[in-house]
């Protein structure tokens, strides 16, 4: 298929990029490593982070500091994706999918989106620049 | 400055619609009407909605059935929009915002992402892909 469909190919390789990336943003939260995590993101004032159920935190250093409160909680977690969706368009990548986590003795789920920039030199070419997340209520929907 | 900067003012031209975009989004959330609601929307596989507590809906037919659900309640809304920010990148944007809503009686804030494709022809030249809104708890952040 590369080579009659250089264009489907060039949107495969950017959509497997931008699914290693979102893996790697929840390798870093479940492992707790914040400089990981602050390498996974942009870090400019336009960066937006939405926690469950808190209000949208804008700019990297309101962002860094809710990861750093959140990452210094020391209780095992643990995520396991699915219904992972991934597009991309242009220089812009985008990702849903529900977080089953596990974290001590409960659970829940939390459906995400993940808004990726193409940044050439980053460990998988694209960076984070929101997430937003949302516990599911399973009485609805 | 547009004579100086094009490329400033092309961006600014787009932030200037992806936000207008969104506001033709909530004024048809706020009039109910689906005809609107849909001319909205990209009509897509890939398009996706998590409405606050909801799972993600994923595909056009599904997030079309989700409004026509909510559209269809005859209650009182209003949204009153704040925090309002706006970033575009190619032909993508996407806007975070607090939908301070007043249905009824009653009222809450909903922290919000959109994400928009450019799509000439269109209204306002940009159609949503990607809508996200979670309650705001305001013990929270």
Sequence with gaps: MSGED???????????AVTAANQRFY??????????????????DSSACTHPGWPTLT?????????????????????ILTNVRVRVNGDTGWVTCDENVLDG????????CNVFVR???S??????????GSVVHASLG
Tied chains: 1, 2.
């Design 27 to 44: 390798d870093a939260f479940e492992r707790r490593d914040i400089d990981a995590m602050s390498d996974l993101w942009v870090h400019e």
């Design 123 to 132: 460990l998988d070419g694209w960076k984070i620049v929101l997430h937003h």
């Design 59 to 79: 700019g990297w250093a309101s962002i860094a500091s809710s990861w750093a409160t959140l990452l210094a909680n020391t209780q095992h977690l643990q995520f």
């Design 6 to 16: 250089p264009e489907g190919a060039d949107l495969q390789a950017d959509a497997e």
């Design 105 to 112: 003795p409960g659970g829940s789920t939390v459906a995400a």
């Design 119 to 121: 940044s050439p030199g």
